[in-house]
Each structure stands twice: as structure tokens, then as C-alpha cells.
């Protein structure tokens, strides 16, 4: 199937591309894998800025979710999407087979951390559904936060959260930048991407 982006999809994807962190909020059914994957196939095919790619996802989504748009889009037909799942051996071996875009559910980050310890291979990723990494007292967010100064490029997506809520969202350590702040009863945050139709 040929895609044809909305302008608001254009716009994400534009600033997938540029920004090196990124909060995209859109509600469900807007297109937050078909844009995440088309902004990773242009960092790696034309611009080749990025490397390989980790998805953080729920279990289902994990198990099906990126694959099938990753199939279902013509122009991303050279994107190689493997899913990490399973058993001990079945995770180690998806690991070690050639792609792009690795994608594990939230459950494994940590064990995905020790795996890797230093040796951290993955310069750009995506945490599909940020809610789950709200909590800084989470073994995954700890976990994660302790690979962050290996990783390049860093995009959370989520559903559009209670707007009294957003800043929860976007006040990771997981995505501050110094600079590009705004504050809510002195929490700082970074400005995150918020697109609506």
C-alpha cells in the first residue's frame, strides 16, 4: 500500500527526523508507527544518521503491531523489523539476527540492559506507550536511564494523556533538555511534540 502522509503527518515526521527527543502525542488510530517508521527508514536509508533501532512496547503491540505496518507500507519494504519475544533463547537469537528496528516488550528492558551492559548497540529509541516509563522508581526506567547517555536519538509515544497530566508525560529524565523547558509548580520539562487532528 502506497502512503500518502496528512499534513500533520508530514509535520511529524519532519520532527521525528530533526529532533534528537521527542514527545509524540497523537490519539489512537493517527498513525504513530507508520510515522515513527517511515522518519527511522529516511534516518537510515537517505540520511543515514542512525543505526539500529529499539521499540519499547506493550506485549500485544510488541507481538504484532510494528511487523504489520512495517509490511503493510510500500516505502518501507527495505526496513527490517524483528520482534525480540519469547524465551531466553528466542530473544538472544532475534538479537543476533541482522534489522533494523528490534522490538521488545517493557517487561524485558532490564534483562535487555544486562544483556548489553556496556556494549549498548541500539543509537535510536522508541518507547511506544510513555505511560509505562512515567514512574522513575521502575525497574525498566531505571534500567533504560542507565543506557541514555548511549543513546542518540530518543521518541515517546503515547495516546493524548489528561491535559492536567501531560507534564508526567514529558518530565522524564528520559527526555529533559537543558534549554527547552517549561515549568509546572517548578517541575521543569522538555516541550514535546503535541499534534491533533
Known amino acids: 500500500m502506497i502512503f500518502k502522509p496528512y499534513e500533520y503527518q508530514e509535520y511529524c515526521i519532519s520532527r521525528c527526523i530533526t529532533d534528537d527527543k521527542l514527545g509524540l502525542i497523537l490519539d489512537m488510530g493517527l498513525g504513530k508507527t507508520v510515522i515513527t517508521l517511515t522518519a527511522i527508514n529516511d534516518l537510515k536509508y537517505n540520511r543515514f544518521q542512525i543505526n539500529k533501532t529499539l ?11 510494528w511487523t504489520r505496518e ?47 551492559k556496556n556494549d549498548w548497540p541500539f543509537d535510536t529509541v522508541i518507547v511506544d506507550e510513555l ?22 536519538k530518543i521518541i515517546g509515544l503515547t495516546g493524548t494523556p489528561a ?18 523547558t517549561i515549568g509546572k509548580n517548578n517541575n521543569k520539562i522538555q516541550r514535546g511534540l503535541l499534534c491533533t487532528r
Open 131 to 152: 505511560s509505562s516509563f512515567k514512574n522513575h522508581n521502575s525497574k525498566r526506567f531505571k534500567a533504560l536511564k542507565l543506557v541514555r547517555p548511549l543513546i542518540k
Open 55 to 65: 521499540v519499547i512496547a506493550p506485549k500485544t503491540v510488541a507481538e504484532d503491531t
Open 163 to 180: 491535559p492536567n497530566r501531560i507534564y508526567r508525560f514529558m518530565g522524564t529524565d528520559l527526555f529533559v533538555r537543558p534549554g527547552r
Open 70 to 116: 512495517q509490511e503493510k507500507w510500500e516505502h518501507l519494504r527495505l526496513l527490517r523489523v524483528i520482534p525480540v519475544l519469547g524465551t531466553l533463547k528466542k530473544r538472544i537469537k532475534a538479537l543476533n539476527t541482522p534489522a533494523d528496528v528490534y522490538v521488545i516488550n517493557r517487561e524485558n528492558v532490564q534483562w535487555l540492559v544486562e544483556y548489553y
